[in-house]
């Protein structure tokens, strides 16, 4: 493999159609919190805050500007940290926004 070879790592989340992104993706979120080594700001505070932010939708008291600040500090993370638990959350966050978006205002006041 030549070192211009760029690997890309997937994962992939099954669930039925009664399962609720927001209570997914706050599972997904509070595992890297609890993961995050602490030791590059980004994730160490990215993963905080979207942890709050994630929980604030889980019960209803978020608002729509909460689901732009879930992408802007998860591409944030994505680009800073130094290691794949930081650059995670961007995976989970940008694919359901992009394809639960109908689910995730469900839960906005």
């Known amino acids: 493999m030549s070192k211009d070879t760029v690997l890309k790592?997937?994962?992939a989340l099954v669930m039925d159609e009664d399962a609720?992104?927001?209570d997914v993706l706050q599972n997904v979120l509070h595992y890297?919190?609890?993961e995050s080594c602490g030791h590059c700001a980004?994730?160490?505070v990215g993963t905080s805050m979207l942890v709050k932010i994630i929980?604030?939708?889980a019960s209803f008291e978020?608002?729509?500007d909460n689901l732009d600040q879930l992408l802007k500090i998860s591409k944030v993370m994505?680009?800073?940290s130094f290691c794949p638990v930081g650059q995670a959350p961007y995976s989970p966050i940008s694919s359901a926004l992009?394809?639960?978006q109908d689910q995730l205002l469900q839960h906005v006041k």
Request: proline share 4%.
């Open 62 to 64: 978020g608002e729509k």
């Open 32 to 34: 890297y919190s609890r």
């Open 78 to 80: 994505r680009d800073t």
């Open 42 to 44: 980004p994730c160490r």
């Open 98 to 100: 992009r394809n639960f």
């Open 9 to 11: 790592k997937y994962a």
């Open 55 to 57: 929980d604030r939708l």
């Open 20 to 22: 609720d992104v927001v």
